[in-house]
């Protein structure tokens, strides 16, 4: 199992705090899987062209490619201006439409405060169904208040992140059932 | 149609098409090496020949997994090596050529093959070509567009005068060799969408659709998008050619032909294009309105009638070998379709 934590922006640290714990979260709950951290703000990537994922080169084939490799995506996004930051819509241009096919996917967010709760339904998850991501149905929300000094201070989020990996990794399970009913089912 | 040497009372004519992919059998991963490729090429083009198909055509690629970055001359081998089939490309990429060059090898394939050549000339779903041959991604389309009116250009005047963005201009130039009939058929490559398919209508140049699953109505629709804009443009879409290119695979049984064809299309997708096929996607492509011909020879009969009956196109062509697909697999479908399919499909679409 390939599993890769994408933290979706260039700028701010409450993200990336939170996927850094997931990480190692995620490393103990599952340690015979392969697991990649891409935080965005370590890496230069183009704006989408238009062109084939597999035709970019540098960061932005690096981050395309580890997508695309991935069984499991763990995004984590802050909310700017009521929606999920541009860097991260970018990575999703960059990427064919039925991108997250056969990808389970599990979202992580980070906002000043609760008026953005249902940004991710909104905004993210449309984006995701759309390029056929098999969504895990509830997501782990944080807030400004959750934080100090940059550390997460609120035991309820560790907990909620806990149960989001344990739900993310049966939603894989379940794909894989669902492909193997497949393979019976048709017969090739 | 007889600009395009095609005529509708023989019924639909039935070709081949490779991409000249260069990739391994998944139930192996070995692949031959590319020497043996193209020969394999050039036996599979005998083989349709002999068959008595009407169309072989070879794809230029210029990306690793592909053998035949030199179409053309892939091309002058196969014409060498049969008799009466037609042949041509599927597609020349002509944004990254010079028109002149292009002409003057097809002509000459032309010429050596008896008046048997055509051009498809398409615009590359990969970009990797643009870097190789010293172009800017940024003219994709401005690139396309020119060269391809040039290519026409140079098949319908003795003498060119030209002048554009892309190349030198040409004064008074004659362009030699001249084909056997004085020209060739060209058609322009469509991805299968509407909005390319009436670019080639507003030309008023033959097209050859590819396509990959989905239903027979919605290709349809650009067929249909195609001809208005013939129409809008002053051409008369009972003299322009279409031509519908897709994957194909007969066997005893459609689960039989599903079994033997996904490993080859989703695993040499995976490496071609970084995504497999969707095995529901293709499990739907033995339905008799999906445009796939994938099933038993009678299922695939009846497909193709089906499909000339919505589009009344003039051509179809398959693509059997992509993956890896072993040779006595297309050695068999060969058989079938000379020996069933094309038969049966003449007889029922001949006037």
């Not at chain 1, 035991?155 to 379940?174: M, N, P």
Request: hydrophobic share 35%.
């Amino acid at each position: 199992m390939n599993i890769l934590l994408l933290s979706g922006s260039t700028i701010g640290s409450k993200t990336r705090i939170a996927m850094e714990h997931c990480y190692k979260q995620l490393k103990q709950h599952s340690p015979e899987s392969e697991i990649t951290f891409i935080d965005l703000a370590d890496y230069q990537l183009q704006f989408s062209d238009g062109r084939h994922y597999l035709d970019y080169d540098g960061d932005t084939a690096h981050v395309t490619q580890s997508i695309m490799n991935a069984d499991i995506i763990m995004i984590g996004s802050p909310i700017f201006q009521a929606s999920i930051p541009g860097t991260l819509k970018n990575v999703f241009d960059l990427l064919p439409t039925d991108g997250l096919r056969d990808k389970v996917i599990s979202m992580i967010i980070t906002a000043g405060s609760s008026k953005h709760y249902l940004v991710p339904m909104i905004q993210l998850k449309p984006i995701l169904t759309y390029m056929k991501g098999s969504v895990v149905d509830d997501y782990v929300f944080i807030e400004e208040k959750d934080y100090h000094l940059k550390e997460i201070v609120n035991d309820d989020v560790f907990l909620r992140i806990d149960r989001l990996i344990d739900d993310t990794i049966t939603q894989y399970d379940a794909l894989q059932y669902t492909k193997e009913k497949e393979v019976e089912k048709y017969g090739f | 149609m007889e600009n395009y040497k095609i005529n509708p009372d023989n019924g639909l004519e039935f070709g081949i098409y490779t991409l000249g992919d260069h990739l391994p059998n998944p139930h192996t991963n070995e692949r031959p090496s590319a020497q043996n490729r193209l020969r394999e090429l050039v036996e599979y083009a005998k083989l349709a020949d002999q068959a008595g198909l009407d169309f072989f055509s070879v794809g230029e690629s210029h990306q690793s997994y592909f053998a035949t970055q030199a179409h053309s001359v892939v091309l002058s081998a196969i014409a060498q090596a049969t008799e009466q089939i037609k042949i041509g490309s599927s597609s020349t990429i002509i944004s990254t050529s010079d028109p002149v060059r292009v002409f003057e090898d097809f002509a000459t394939i032309d010429l050596l093959s008896g008046g048997r050549t055509e051009i498809v000339a398409g615009r590359a779903s990969r970009i990797g070509l643009f870097n190789l041959l010293g172009y800017d991604l940024n003219d994709y389309e401005a690139l396309f567009e020119e060269k391809f009116e040039l290519l026409n250009q140079i098949n319908q005047q003795d003498v060119v005068n030209w002048e554009g963005e892309f190349r030198a201009p040409l004064k008074n130039a004659e362009i030699l060799p001249r084909p056997v009939g004085g020209s060739l058929p060209i058609w322009r490559a469509v991805g299968g969408t509407p909005a390319s398919a009436i670019k080639a209508g507003r030309l008023g140049v033959p097209m050859f659709m590819a396509h990959l699953g989905g239903p027979v109505s919605v290709f349809k629709q650009t067929i249909d998008a195609y001809r208005q804009a013939l129409t809008q443009s002053g051409f008369d879409p009972s003299t322009k050619p279409v031509a519908t290119a897709g994957f194909f695979y007969a066997a005893e049984t459609s689960q039989q032909a599903l079994r033997d064809l996904y490993p080859h299309i989703n695993e040499g997708m995976k490496r071609t294009n970084g995504q497999g096929f969707p095995k529901q996607h293709f499990a739907q492509g033995v339905d008799p309105k999906n445009v796939m011909n994938i099933g038993s020879p009678q299922e695939i009969i009846e497909k193709i009638l089906y499909q000339h009956e919505q589009f009344n196109h003039q051509r179809y062509i398959a693509q059997i070998d992509f993956g890896g697909m072993p040779f006595d697999q297309l050695q068999r479908n060969i058989e079938l379709i000379g020996t069933e399919i094309l038969p049966a499909v003449k007889k029922y679409t001949k006037k």
